[in-house]
């Protein structure tokens, strides 16, 4: 795999998709389209916007009125939720939500802007060849990593069967550009963005007010439940907030089911120098514990070793 750097990307696009939600399509050419031609599922990217403009003031959210104007000093940790080869270009995609100063910045990118992206950073999913079902658990904005898991799955592993799983608040807050219509829906197929590799998905929401009324790891159990057969040749791969990761992480411990997680922690560099984003590791075979990190030995886990 080429080795990580400090490259520039071309802005393609930046699309509003949602509520608060916008997707950016990165350009990489030359050694920046080697290196992130390689970028697997669950790595990710440490990207500069603090020459990136405020939007207008009328555009601001009254919520980040006054955070808005704190100074960036600080690169921002994204997973793409798809790369493309084409030639001797690379097209990364990034999913972002409006949450502050930096991703508040994110909305004025337009097509031609550059910006600067170290990457690829970390590690990502790995995926065992003795497998014959992967459950992916996607939580808020968690689903970039994982949706393009389903891309690379159904591409190069085409004889394991791929069911996704996506929650949220609320409809509102679920970071998809489309649900499909009730027909799709009996049918197993809820989202487009799986939908599209032919993947079924599943959803909830902690409100109700889209598909299954309570958590998405409800959905996830509900599955495993219907059948103790089906446990057989499944691995599980999540990412979303720490509370959901738990519970997946002991609903797999407790089927004996492998299972892969994908942390968060704040980055301040996203290479192991400043030791800021330390995850509490159980050490097989002892009752001892260690701290790896999150962006260097992760942020894809192995769901038995992180302690919640």
Known sequence: MPDKGVFNAVVSSNNHVGHCFYRVSLEFSGAGADAFGSFRPGQFAQIDVSDVALPSAEAIPEDLVDSSKRKILLRRPFSFTNVTVDGNKT???????????????????????SISVIGPLGNGFWIPNDKKTALLVAGGMGTPPIQFLVKVITADYPKIEVVAFAGAKTAEELPFENRLDEISQQLGFSLLEFAKYGVRSMVATDDGSTGHHGLVTDCLSQWLEQDDSARDGV???SCGPEAMLAKVAKIANKGKIDCQLSMERRMACGFGLCQSCAVECRVNGTNETIYKLCCEDGPVFDGREVVF
Do not use: H, K, N, Q
Not at 91 to 113: C, H, Q, W
């Open 91 to 113: 097209f990364a995609e990034l999913l972002y939500r409006v949450v502050g100063p930096a991703t508040l910045r994110m909305t004025t990118l337009s097509a031609g802007d």
């Open 235 to 237: 691995i599980i791969y």
